[in-house]
Every structure is written in C-alpha cells, then in structure tokens.
C-alpha cells in the first residue's frame, strides 16, 4: 500500500506537465511571413520558356531577405564596341555580364505581368513605359550594393548581371513597399533583354525612359531596360499559417516559448528518472 501511495505523486505531476505542453496558447506569434514570385517571361519581350526565375522575400519587421534565382536571360554584352555604341552602350562595358537591372514594382492595376495587349503603339515591343501601366511604378530596387530605392532604377553598376544569376539580399524596404507588399500588389521585374530572341524593335528604339548611361553619347536602346522577366509576390500558402496553431497543439514554437517548453520538457525527464531510480529501490526493498 505504501508503496503505491508514493507512485502518485509524481504520477500527477506529469499529468499536469503533459497538458502544459498541448496548451494552444503556447504556441508563439510568427514574426516573418514568407512572400514568393515565380518569374515568367514577358509577353513579346521573352518567348515563352526561354528564361524564368524564382523569388523568395521573407518579411520580418521592414526587413526582407531576398532569394532569388534566375535563368536564360541575356548573358552577356557584345563584345564588338561598334555594336555596343549603337546601342547606346559605353565601350568600357564590352563583352562584360549583360546587366539586368531589376525592381519590386508596387501598386500595380491587375496584379499579373502584362500582355502583348500592352505593346499600345504595336510594334511588337513592350517597353518599360508600356509595362509600367500594368505592373505599377518602381518601389525598390533589387541592386546587388548600395541604394535600393527607386533612384537607382537604371543603375546598371550596381545591378545584377549575366544569363544565370543568383540574387541574395537583406535590405529595408521603405514604407510604400512594405504596404504594396503586404496588400497583395507587389511584383518582382528583371529587364535586359535577350539580342538572340528580342524583339527587333528594341534594338532601334531608345529606351522610354530617356536614359543615357555614364560615358554613352546616345540614349541607350530598349533592349537594356525592356522587362524580361516578371513576377507577383505572394504570401505562400505553409508560412501563412500561424506557426503552432493546429488544432491539436501540436505544431512546432519559435521564440522564447520555445525554451519554457523545452525546460518542462526537461523536468519530466528529470522526473522519469526518478520513477526509475524509485522503482529501482523499491525492488531491491522487495
Ligand atoms: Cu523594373
């Protein structure tokens, strides 16, 4: 009888510490939410499945890590500066990596990447002022150094370059971005066209923005700033669920809740240990 007196002490104990750990409202706030963009060709400035890339921004805070991985862009700048200064390109970037400058675009009108319906004087072309109607203005620039605002849009020496590029990034994003991203209307955009598949039209037509590169004497063609790539950011679908909100309770903590767990956790091992060690005792009494 003593002896199974004793057993229910720590019995109860771990009753009471087994439903703490199920308790819903251990489970902790999520502090990042995790946005994506599968990048697709434009429509007539990339055919279709010659490039496409991939875009992961996990938001904590202001705070954005960007992932990025795209393929089968513009490799490469010719390398022939007669070419080049037709383009509108300084000599000095000769056969360097093709520069793709690339943005979050915000508040844009449908949410999606535009369609050939978007080329408005129809010469089969669709330029970053056509395009912008669409996909909105510039929220943040996705350079690979410095200044990440809309000022250094066409910065072609801070933008990421080659065919096949890897982007990663942590950088603030100011608060027009964060509002259109977390409202559903922000999207990735890489321009820089491909010369071996771009429309023909881009290389005769100055970009429309106007904008001449350090060290060109002309306004550099469309081909360098045409959008090539495009993709709406959204919350996926795993990290939109609250961490630790299954009905059961079951679902994995983040946080400082974390280590109160654990440490019940470790207790009842304690405790285990000492059934073990008691019942140890108990027979070698018997
Ligand atoms: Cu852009």
């Known amino acids: 009888m003593h002896k199974s007196l004793r057993w229910t002490v720590p019995l109860a104990a771990l009753g009471v510490a087994g439903l703490g750990l199920t308790m819903p409202g251990a489970a902790s706030a999520a502090t990042s939410t995790t946005y994506q963009a599968s990048l697709q060709p434009v429509a007539l400035n ?33 390398s022939d500066t007669t070419t080049l200064n037709a383009l509108g390109i300084p000599s000095a970037f000769a056969g360097a990596p093709f ?37 909105g203005p510039i929220g943040t620039t996705l350079s690979v150094k410095g200044d990440t605002s809309p000022k250094s849009a066409a910065d072609v ?81 795993m990290s939109a669920t609250p961490v630790g909100s299954s009905p059961t309770g079951g679902g994995s903590t983040a946080g400082l809740e974390d280590g109160a767990l654990l440490g019940v956790g470790g207790g009842l091992i304690l405790a285990a240990g000492g059934i073990f060690a008691m019942r140890r005792r108990y027979a070698r009494q018997s």
């Open 157 to 237: 020496t801070i933008a990421p370059g080659g065919g096949s590029f890897t982007y990663h990034r942590t950088i603030t994003l100011d608060q027009a971005t964060l509002t259109a991203l977390q409202s559903g209307k922000a999207e990735v955009v890489v321009h820089g066209l491909n010369p071996a598949n771009a429309p023909k039209a881009s290389l005769t037509t100055d970009n429309s923005l106007g904008v001449t590169l350090p060290g060109a004497n002309k306004k550099v063609k469309a081909i360098a700033t045409a959008p090539a790539l495009c993709g709406a950011l959204t919350t996926s679908q």
């Open 99 to 135: 520069p793709h400058v690339q943005h979050i675009h915000i508040n844009g009108q449908n949410g999606g990447c535009p369609t050939s319906s978007a080329d408005a004087n129809h010469d089969g072309l669709i330029t970053v002022t056509e395009a912008a109607d669409n996909y």
């Open 46 to 78: 990339t055919p279709a499945g010659a490039a496409s890339g991939s875009v992961t921004l996990a938001l904590s805070g202001s705070t954005a890590t960007i992932t990025e991985h795209v393929s089968g862009l513009a490799p490469q700048l010719p």
